[in-house]
């Protein structure tokens, strides 16, 4: 493991289930376990499985000047926020190109808290707050344990008054095995889900309670690389998993347009103003590429970065990919050419593996989102 500088209070839990603690954004992270991630995948598609996302960036942002700043940063409307509200954004420079999402928590009339994943969003933000009445703490005392699948709730329920009326993307402060808590209801599965925000003293005892209780449900522990087959189902983004950054243009420098990524809906209706908002609209219809769905033939998944082809040309790369013994289908998440883009085209997979294949809408697993905005 890369040496990291922050540490998660569930380290010596991961490596009991035997993972190696891999780096990521600077906290060694279960990329993995003993047990198979097949496991993983089926019990939050079938029932509920726990993670531990601490990795990532969990930041308060406190003062006059706090929405103001997160206006401007992102693109949401986020004066429509109240506290127990949060939404989805992104983050853009001033060329219109994705640096980050994040998801805004508004905690209290003038305090915020924002989950940030890889990207740099987070020093674009403290860069922004010097001179302005406004805090910013990166809380690495905060953990975020995730507890995803349709018995998630259900789970829950025995144990959080009200948790089964708490509508998606909001949260609540409650207590959980007697731990002071926020519980939100988001994820990065596609299933109905909750994140879990604790004091780190109190994580362990957080976790084993959920592990010991649930278990007559079925609910296990799952590594942190299941979150990829579920995010090529459900068709979330991952940062720079998916973008150029990873995958760079021969002749330009790196950098994505939320056209391009299908992420242009996270700007808020007739919000005009914020960093990059000019350079953002300006390159609509301007697309170089599209993030696009491929289901491939066989019983084989793909590996990032294999190529796909239509005859002796190219026409884009495997970001993620996955097959489902649920579905009985091998998908993935791919960089395509506008033109191939449209479903059904067909493709040939190139490189781990030769397969035939062809475009795919995306999502693949519940594309109306029943499940994460279930009610009751």
Request: hydrophobic share 40%.
């Amino acid at each position: 493991m890369a040496h990291s500088w922050r540490i998660s209070a569930l380290a010596e839990r991961h490596r009991a289930l035997g993972s190696h603690l891999e780096d990521w954004n600077g906290m060694g992270t279960a990329w993995t376990y003993a047990s198979p991630l097949a496991d993983h995948h089926e019990a939050i598609r079938t029932r509920a499985g726990l993670m531990d996302v601490s990795g990532l960036k969990k930041v308060h942002y406190v003062g006059p000047h706090a929405e103001s700043l997160l206006q401007w940063a992102t693109t949401r409307d986020i004066a429509k926020l109240y506290p127990g509200k949060s939404v989805y954004a992104s983050m853009l420079d001033e060329e219109g190109k994705f640096v980050d999402d994040c998801i805004v928590y508004r905690t209290g009339p003038n305090a915020f808290m924002v989950v940030h994943g890889a990207g740099t969003g987070y020093e674009m933000l403290v860069r922004s707050a010097q001179g302005r009445q406004v805090a910013v703490l990166f809380d690495d005392d905060l953990h975020d344990l995730s507890l995803q699948g349709p018995l998630a709730v259900d789970f829950l329920a025995e144990y959080v008054p009200g948790i089964r009326q708490l509508p998606y993307f909001h949260h609540l402060q409650t207590r959980l095995f007697d731990r002071p808590v926020m519980i939100s209801r988001t994820g990065y599965t596609g299933e109905r889900g909750y994140e879990i925000f604790c004091k780190a003293a109190d994580a362990p005892a957080i976790w084993d309670a959920i592990v010991e209780h649930g278990a007559g449900m079925g609910i296990i522990p799952c590594a942190f690389t299941a979150l990829d087959w579920l995010r090529v189902e459900s068709a979330l983004m991952f940062f720079p998993y998916d973008n150029s950054q990873m995958y760079p243009f021969a002749d330009q420098k790196a950098g994505d347009t939320l056209w391009e990524m299908g992420l242009d809906f996270t700007v808020s209706p007739d919000k005009r103003e914020f960093r990059g908002a000019e350079e953002h609209f300006r390159l609509r219809g301007k697309e170089r590429f599209k993030i696009a769905g491929v289901l491939l033939d066989g019983e084989r998944p793909a590996e990032a970065g294999d190529t796909l082809w239509q005859g002796d040309k190219q026409v884009g790369v495997i970001t993620c990919a996955m097959y489902s013994r649920l579905s009985k289908r091998s998908m993935a998440i791919a960089r395509l050419s506008v033109d191939c883009a449209t479903p059904g085209t067909p493709l040939q997979v190139r490189g781990s593996l030769n397969a035939s294949a062809a475009s795919h809408a995306l999502p693949f697993d519940d594309p109306q989102k029943t499940k994460r905005t279930a009610k009751g």
